[in-house]
Structure formats: structure tokens, C-alpha cells
């Protein structure tokens, strides 16, 4: 049989058929959000020799495509590669929080990047023969499904959603200083004397100042509260609060439970001190 040209879906299919007897999986994937972005790792596993080949050789790569059915935006997601496993390959890749909201899909194929002569798949199903294929830039090689996933954010610290972990208040009878109260039910309760409220609200435009001066303090108190809580014999049961059950989700997400507070809430937050002394710099130099 002679080489043949199709369309954007090439015949053999690299998918759960059998006219390629090759896997191609995704699994072990998390997905975490911050401040600014949701992280997004996972591993790909794929088997035909052929498809890796040109993967490695750049005449095909990976496609990681996410949408968002709530936004209706939808783009690569640009996935690095993050770590090499024995049997798979590990990548990483980030989404702007504000693009997104409610359920998230990304879907994995590998799509040729160059035209692609005598394309056949070395575990090609013996009824093909010895027939090739022909392949154009942007033409399906593999599809490996889709993955689906919440895209729950953090907050907005001028105006918390719902599930917001923090609430900012003013208290007339504060005249200096903030205070920090974990008594309510559904918000961690940051207190500001009245002035220092309105200053606070006025740095509405740099969320970044906001989120270092304030809310990353005020997480490292909650998460020392937390841990001390935990560890105190006479500690009070918080699993009732909402505010505790999405604090400590963070925190046993966090990379290390051996963290300082200031190292893990800087980790929760996006390392927010990183973003604010830089823009804060850069606008300086200007």
C-alpha cells in the first residue's frame, strides 16, 4: 500500500483501539492555585517508539490545550518539562487565575510540527501491511484525552469571594496596629483601625503590596495558630470552621510540612514578596 495523505486525524490512532498496540496516559496530576496562577503538573507516559522519536527529534510535540467553559478562553498551556521518571515524563504548566473559573479542561495530543514523509508507527496493527502515512504540521499523531479539574482561587483581598479565607474589617476602637481573630466561623478576621483601612483599600491597584503587607503576615499567624493548636494537648476542635478546612487543605499541599510559617505561606501565596519588591523596583527605575 502506498503512502496516503489524511487530514487532521492520520490513520493509525494512537488511542484505547487497537491500530496502534502502544499506550500514551496521563495520570498522577495536582492542580494548585495561588494568588496570580493554577499550577498544573502531571506525568505522560507514552510508548510508541516511533511518536518519541519525533517528539525528540522536534518534528512533533506535545499539545497541552486547556478551555474554560465559564470564560470561553482557551489556549496552550505552554507545560514545561519538569522531571524525568523511569517510565514516564513529568511537566508543569500555569494558568493565569484570572482566565479561568469553575471547570477547567486540558486536553493532551501530539501534533506533527513539520511535514512528516513514510510516517509508520513501529507497533502498527499488522493489517495496515506495510502501509506509511503522510503527515502535515498541526496533524494528530496521538491523543491522550482529557483532563478536567475545579479551578478553585484564593481571594480577592478588597472583596472575598465566598469562600474566601480572610476578612478585613475596621474596628473604631483600634487605634494602632491590626489584629488578627480566628473566633468566626467562616473568615479569619483581620481588624484595621479605620484610617488604616481606607489606606489599605486605596492600594487597590497593587494587589501585589496589598497581599505582602497584609495578607501574607496574617497567613503566617494562621498557619503558626494552626500548628501550635495541633500541638498543644488542651488544643480547641476548628474542623467546623470553613475557614480552617481551606487553610489546612494549603498547607498539607505545600512541598514540605518541616516549612517555617514564613517559607510555607510564601509558597501558599506565589512568593508575593518576590513579585512586589520587583515591581515596586521597576517602577522606581522608571
Known amino acids: 500500500m502506498s503512502s496516503t495523505t489524511r487530514g487532521s486525524y492520520p490513520h493509525p490512532v494512537l488511542d484505547d483501539s487497537d491500530d496502534v498496540g502502544a499506550e500514551i496516559e496521563v495520570f498522577n496530576a495536582s492542580f494548585a492555585p495561588s494568588v496570580d496562577d493554577v499550577e498544573i503538573k502531571f506525568q505522560v507516559r507514552m510508548t510508541e517508539p516511533r511518536i518519541q522519536a519525533l517528539i525528540d527529534e522536534g518534528s512533533a510535540k506535545y499539545s497541552f490545550r486547556w478551555s474554560c467553559t465559564a470564560t470561553l478562553a482557551s489556549e496552550e498551556l505552554g507545560a514545561k518539562l519538569n522531571m524525568h521518571h523511569t517510565d514516564s515524563t513529568g511537566y508543569i504548566g500555569w494558568i493565569d487565575q484570572q482566565s479561568v473559573s469553575g471547570t477547567v479542561r486540558l486536553e493532551l495530543r501530539v501534533v506533527a510540527t513539520k511535514p512528516i514523509e513514510k510516517y509508520r508507527p513501529e507497533n502498527q496493527h499488522p493489517d495496515y501491511g506495510d502501509a506509511d502515512f503522510h503527515l502535515l504540521p498541526g496533524d494528530i499523531l496521538a491523543d491522550a484525552g482529557v483532563l478536567e479539574f475545579e479551578a478553585e482561587k484564593l481571594y480577592d483581598p478588597l472583596n472575598p469571594p465566598l469562600g474566601s479565607c480572610f476578612e478585613f474589617v475596621a474596628d473604631s476602637n483600634l487605634k494602632r496596629g491590626l489584629r488578627i481573630r480566628f473566633d468566626d466561623d467562616e473568615h479569619i478576621l483581620v ?73 510555607m505561606a510564601q509558597e501558599i501565596l506565589g512568593n508575593p514578596l518576590d513579585t512586589s519588591l520587583t515591581t515596586t523596583f521597576d517602577n522606581l527605575g522608571d
Request: proline letters at 4%; hydrophobic letters at 35%.
Open 191 to 263: 481588624t484595621f483601625p479605620v484610617e488604616v483601612l481606607q489606606g489599605f483599600g486605596m492600594l487597590r491597584n497593587r494587589q501585589d503590596l496589598q497581599i505582602s503587607l497584609v495578607v501574607l503576615p496574617a497567613l503566617m499567624e494562621t498557619i503558626s495558630f494552626i500548628k501550635t493548636n495541633e500541638t498543644s494537648g488542651d488544643g480547641e476542635d476548628l474542623t467546623d470552621r470553613k475557614w480552617y478546612t481551606a487553610i489546612n487543605r494549603l498547607m498539607e499541599g505545600s512541598r514540605s510540612g518541616d516549612m517555617s510559617p514564613f517559607q
